[in-house]
Nanobody
Framework: QMQLVESGGGVVQAGGSLRLSCVAS????????ASWFRQVPGKDREFVAG???????RIVDSVKGRFTISRDNAKNAVYLQMNNLKPEDTAVYYC????????????????WGQGTQVTVSS
């Protein structure tokens, strides 16, 4: 089993930045596709960014140029750097890991963190 713990959420003004961290335990995260999803009440969980075991990266168009995803294998962690945040980025952000080469579909992920709230005020 793998446990994922997110941190780094908070309240920030529009235009500000946050860096989310996801630390894994129990398994080697670099062997998995590690991704960030986000969810707002009443909507489905949405893929934001992912990094595969071969370091391939996918980022959803709505955050491209503002968000970057990276991994630190020594720390067994993945990060989401979020710049120029907008009110529409407000959501609970989840870290997830998949044993297959996948990015976009939440049902393909085997492990999930508890989520961290990001609130962007206008």
């Amino acid at each position: 089993q793998m446990q994922l713990v997110e941190s780094g959420g908070g309240v920030v003004q529009a235009g500000g930045s946050l860096r989310l961290s996801c630390v894994a335990s129990g398994r080697t995260l670099s062997h998995y596709t590690a991704s960030w999803f986000r969810q707002v009440p009443g909507k489905d969980r949405e893929f934001v960014a992912g990094i595969a075991h071969n370091d391939g990266i996918r980022i959803v168009d709505s955050v491209k140029g503002r968000f970057t995803i990276s991994r630190d294998n020594a720390k067994n962690a993945v990060y989401l750097q979020m710049n120029n945040l907008k009110p529409e980025d407000t959501a609970v952000y989840y870290c997830a890991a998949s044993g297959s080469t996948t990015y976009y579909y939440s049902y393909e992920y085997d492990y999930w963190g508890q989520g961290t709230q990001v609130t962007v005020s206008s």
